[in-house]
């Protein structure tokens, strides 16, 4: 079975074509903007212009806009192509990355936006321990449960912790989609925005 991996929610924006677990191409370009130009040119220099018969896709948290790009491009495939869509949290594919380099107890620190990270512990064998959180840099430190962090946001977290934190550098990636588990993919595509929206609507603020 082909496998079909979308990644855009932070700075990052990536595909991967899986042959069940190999890898049979991929892109990774770091963007910071631009994810709806590049994402589906992106997909279409994979082989067979990616198709495939199961389509893996981040649910967040990240950006917003990254995150609906990312679903909305997974959708469409998945209804011309008649595959499988699946969606995964955004830190548990960096955890998976993260737990090949070190297979020990890890939390993830992502960029949050607005001065915030987001940060989620993750037990040895990969097991959440609770709900993905988004915090400021003095809370994100004392929720910080492990040794080893992982994320574009780990080396500041441990330098904020001051010890013999393990800081591992990294972006969410497709080309590691297959280090996801099974048990964390899910049918359900609603978006995990990790925090409130920006803007009140005005139907609140009264």
């Not at 649910?59 to 909305?72: K, M, N, Y």
């Not at 709900?131 to 080893?148: F, G, I, T, Y």
């Not at 048990?183 to 803007?199: C, V």
Request: charge should be negative.
């Amino acid at each position: 079975m082909r496998t079909l991996a979308i990644e855009c929610a932070t700075e990052a924006c990536s595909a991967a074509l899986f042959d069940g677990s190999t890898l049979v191409d991929g892109r990774c370009e770091v963007l910071g903007r631009g994810h709806a130009e590049q994402l589906v040119p992106m997909i279409a220099e994979l082989p067979d212009k990616g198709r495939a018969d199961r389509i893996l896709v981040s649910l967040g948290p990240g950006s917003f806009t990254g995150v609906r790009i990312g679903i909305a491009a997974a959708r469409a495939l998945g209804l011309a192509w008649g595959a499988e869509v699946l969606g995964y949290p955004t830190l548990e594919l960096v955890r998976a990355h993260a737990s090949a380099k070190e297979s020990r107890a890890i939390t993830v620190c992502m960029n949050g936006g607005h001065g915030e990270f987001f940060v989620q512990n993750f037990a040895a064998d990969g097991t959440p321990e609770g709900d993905v959180r988004s915090l400021v840099p003095e809370a994100a430190a004392k929720a910080c449960n492990h040794r080893v962090i992982a994320g574009n946001r780990a080396q500041e977290l441990a330098d904020l912790l001051g010890d013999d934190r393990l800081a591992i550098n990294l972006l969410p990636d497709a080309n590691q989609a297959h280090q996801l588990r099974e048990a964390r993919l899910t049918r359900d595509l609603t978006p995990i925005y990790g925090r409130g929206p920006d803007a009140t609507p005005m139907d609140q603020r009264k």
